[in-house]
T-cell receptor
Framework: AQSVTQPDIHITVSEGASLELRCNYS??????LFWYVQSPGQGLQLLLK??????LVQGIKGFEAEFKRSQSSFNLRKPSVHWSDAAEYFC?????????????FGKGTTLSVSS | DGGITQSPKYLFRKEGQNVTLSCEQN?????MYWYRQDPGQGLRLIYY???????QKGDIAEGYSVSREKKESFPLTVTSAQKNPTAFYLC????????????FGPGTRLTVT
């Protein structure tokens, strides 16, 4: 069965420091992968997506992610974190099922930014 | 502006009452989805619809019902059979259901007492 694991429930990073959020997936075929961000009490905003091609994908707000098939990972990175990046981050994998496609989400990583 | 609207933002109901959450999109998307979010649980799929007049159960459909009479609308009814209805509910849509990203509404927080 398809699944997504985000090993870190909560991460605290100093403002200006680099960030890496981990995501591991389990999927039998070539996956398509997403990172979303959610501010408290809000909906989810798409940061970036990977369907095929270049394994390093660029997203909005200065985020990037690298798809590593050998490690079944799709980690999210940002070189310098800003206080406004504090939010919850979700990794998701697209899964083909009988009737169509649904996204399977990880349980999320909460990012806190310290000054 | 194109987007997804959910109303109301906050909803309070007494136990034993059915309640319907609204979801409307003007993105001309074919597929629509309902997710439930609980703290520390991520998002879990309740129902999804690929086209008008068709929908499928997700992982946690028990105690919920939906309809898809119009392309732009996908209301969710939380019935009295749902044992733990208090949660944050998110609606999403995508161009098609195949290999396309989903766009989310702002969510409805339902509290049942």
């Amino acid at each position: 069965a398809q699944s997504v694991t985000q090993p870190d429930i909560h991460i605290t990073v100093s403002e200006g420091a680099s960030l890496e959020l981990r995501c591991n997936y389990s999927y039998g075929a070539t996956p398509y992968l997403f990172w979303y961000v959610q501010s408290p009490g809000q909906g989810l905003q798409l940061l970036l997506k990977y369907f095929s091609g270049d394994t390093l994908v660029q997203g909005i707000k200065g985020f990037e992610a690298e798809f590593k098939r050998s490690q079944s990972s799709f980690n999210l990175r940002k070189p310098s974190v800003h206080w406004s990046d504090a939010a919850e981050y979700f990794c998701a994998v697209g899964a083909l099922n009988q009737a169509g496609t649904a996204l399977i989400f990880g349980k999320g990583t909460t990012l806190s930014v310290s000054s | 502006d194109g987007g997804i609207t959910q109303s109301p933002k906050y909803l309070f109901r007494k136990e034993g009452q059915n309640v319907t959450l609204s979801c409307e999109q003007n993105l001309n998307h074919d597929a629509m989805y309902w997710y439930r979010q609980d703290p520390g649980q991520g998002l879990r799929l309740i129902y999804y619809s690929q086209i008008v007049n068709d929908f499928q159960k997700g992982d946690i459909a028990e105690g919920y019902s939906v309809s898809r009479e119009k392309k732009e609308s996908f209301p969710l009814t939380v019935t009295s059979a749902q044992k733990n209805p208090t949660a944050f509910y998110l609606c999403a849509s995508s161009i098609t259901s195949s290999r396309s990203e989903q766009y989310f509404g702002p969510g409805t927080r339902l509290t049942v007492t």
